[in-house]
């Protein structure tokens, strides 16, 4: 096939042949995701993905090059899983601004800075869902506001908006079960 774009297509490639591959190249290929990722579960799902890609895109790579391109595929998606994981960590640990006074020798910390992050997730899961999609993406998938606006299709300043808006809502709601809090206690 040629790598001019112009006649390059995605193309599917047979069952049998993907049946092969997965047989030949399987096991390896999840010892090596193993090591980006240190996780067997994740390591398999990541494999998975590979395969699904290459069913579906697979006849669009030269034969000689099609072990190569497994590797490339599979390491790049176990890099992309890491990447959202570590940001799901760095989120969790933002969400400590949110609590003043914050005393981090208490001893239940980590109960208190557990039940913020849920309050956090809830309040989150409670937005509309054109504002917890602009949230997701700009918190977990690090997202910048071009990026999610073509992601959404739809206008930059809608994006921006969107946020200001979702951040306005998530702060009133945080704020209001905070005073509640203060009140019980």
Not at 7 to 27: L, N
Not at 83 to 102: C, F, I, N, S, T
Not at 155 to 166: F, H
């Amino acid at each position: 096939m040629s790598k001019d774009d112009s006649t390059f297509e995605k193309a599917p490639i047979d069952a049998a042949a993907v049946e092969t591959y997965y047989c030949e190249h399987a096991e390896r290929l999840q010892r090596f995701v193993w090591g980006v990722v240190r996780d067997a579960p994740t390591a398999a799902d990541v494999v998975h993905t590979t395969f699904v890609k290459f069913a579906a895109l697979g006849g669009s790579v030269e034969p000689a090059a099609r072990k190569s391109w497994l590797y490339q595929v599979a390491y790049r998606e176990a890099l992309s899983i890491r990447r959202r994981l570590a940001v799901g960590r760095k989120v969790d640990e933002r969400l400590q601004w949110l609590h003043a006074g914050w005393d981090s020798a208490a001893p239940d910390t980590e109960l208190v800075r557990g039940e913020l992050i849920d309050q956090v997730r809830q309040a989150i899961d409670r937005l509309p869902e054109e504002l917890k999609q602009i949230v997701y993406l700009r918190t977990y998938e690090e997202q910048t506001f071009a990026e999610i606006a073509e992601t959404l299709q739809i206008p930059l300043g809608t994006a921006l908006g969107r946020m200001r808006n979702a951040l306005a809502k998530l702060k009133t709601a945080l704020t209001k079960l905070d005073q509640q809090t203060k009140r019980e206690n």
